[in-house]
């Protein structure tokens, strides 16, 4: 217990840390003020926010079950940690000129948290889950301070390369005695396109024009394996197996947007 308390605090530190330098550090401080971005990038940050709250607690009940805690007790340790670690968030923004205490975000803050702290309590595990997956775009090159400039920094930065995924394992809510495939999971997905700034895109940057690009929702249906759920005996596949629960597989996919329409993708991220 005292290992995992201290691992958790020197990784809470070191993402702290991460994100000072990668969102905060340029930018002066303010008095603490609230700001309305829910129309910014399409809502795409929203979806992040419930996702990265979601994961954050149900890695913190499996952490504290594997401790020896209650079930009930790392439900609640649970939901106050992802709750906690996202209002720092959100406190530190803020006292950010160029941020501010978001409504929106808490509150996708909170639905995240909500949904992994219910299915906990109803059926002792998740049926339903909320992953990520990331792509590289052509996007972030027009505006790297703001889209990022290296992949690390994209990959949270880039909401035109980012998709949230709603994922249901069939199996779980089937009758015990079923053929249908324990580890199989059928997704929806979020995300959108054409993004250069938050609620519309610039003409130009540092005197550099940038091409009109249509900015649009993206909605995708795909299948996805959650690897955990397959029985095994070996500690190093189910460390994989755990750590890929948060993540989309890689998989086929169907992609439906007012722009082009319906499309396939013969392998997708």
């Not at 929203?46 to 913190?60: C, D």
Request: glycine letters at 8%; proline letters at 5%.
């Amino acid at each position: 217990m005292r290992t995992v308390i201290i691992t958790e605090v020197a990784s809470g530190v070191a993402i702290s840390a991460g994100l000072y330098f990668l969102w905060y550090r340029k930018h002066p401080r303010s008095r603490f003020h609230f700001f309305d971005d829910n129309a910014e990038w399409l809502q795409v940050d929203k979806a992040g926010h419930a996702t990265t709250a979601y994961n954050i607690g149900t890695i913190q009940y499996d952490l504290m079950r594997w401790c020896g805690v209650k079930k009930d007790a790392s439900i609640a340790i649970g939901s106050i940690t992802a709750l906690g670690y996202m209002s720092i968030v959100e406190v530190l923004d803020g006292f950010s000129s160029k941020w501010g205490f978001s409504k929106g975000d808490m509150l996708a803050n909170i639905f995240g948290t909500a949904l992994f702290a219910f299915q906990q309590k109803a059926w002792n595990q998740q049926r339903i889950s909320l992953k990520f997956s990331f792509h590289p775009t052509s996007f972030a090159q027009y505006y790297p301070s703001e889209l990022g400039s290296n992949l690390v920094s994209r990959m949270l930065k880039d909401y035109n390369g980012q998709t949230y995924w709603l994922s249901f394992n069939i199996g779980s809510f089937l009758p015990a005695r079923t053929d249908f495939p324990y580890w199989l999971n059928m997704n929806l997905g979020y995300g959108a396109e054409g993004m250069i700034g938050g609620y519309n895109n610039p003409d130009s940057i540092k005197g550099v024009k940038i091409p009109v690009f249509p900015r649009y929702r993206q909605f995708y249906f795909s299948p996805d394996a959650d690897l955990f759920r397959i029985p095994s005996s070996s500690p190093a596949f189910n460390t994989a197996a755990y750590l890929t629960r948060f993540s989309k597989l890689p998989a086929p996919a169907l992609e439906w947007s007012k722009i082009r329409g319906l499309r396939f993708h013969p392998f997708y991220y």
